[in-house]
């Protein structure tokens, strides 16, 4: 398994929760959800700073939700720095191309 394989499976979460959230209509017990959830979850968000976006939240079709997992070798390129690490360096011009065709759909 890889970081790869990690994040998509993250995406996959969080869009189950998504998709529960939405369906039950829950987003607008948000408030309720920080009061259940503030022992279980370290966030560096506030409920004052969700607050203002839930009307926006709600607003969103969930069918136009989409999800990208930018990875090699489209997106990126393999590279190993002097110290001998193996790291990704974006394919900008790719990510561009590949985030102007979605939000113009």
């Known amino acids: 398994s890889s970081d790869y394989d990690r994040v998509r499976r993250q995406q996959e979460v969080l869009l189950g929760m998504e998709h529960t959230l939405l369906s039950r209509n829950a987003l607008m017990d948000i408030p309720g959800y920080f009061v259940t959830l503030r022992n279980y979850v370290i966030s560096d968000l506030t409920l004052e700073m969700v607050v203002p976006f839930l009307d926006v939240a709600v607003a969103v079709a969930q069918s136009s939700?989409?999800?990208a997992t930018f990875v090699?070798?489209?997106y990126g390129r393999d590279w190993i720095t002097p110290d001998g690490k193996m790291v990704d360096l974006p394919n900008y011009e790719n990510i561009h191309a590949y985030l102007?065709?979605?939000l113009s759909a």
């Open 72 to 74: 090699p070798p489209t």
């Open 65 to 67: 939700i989409q999800r």
């Open 100 to 102: 102007a065709a979605i």
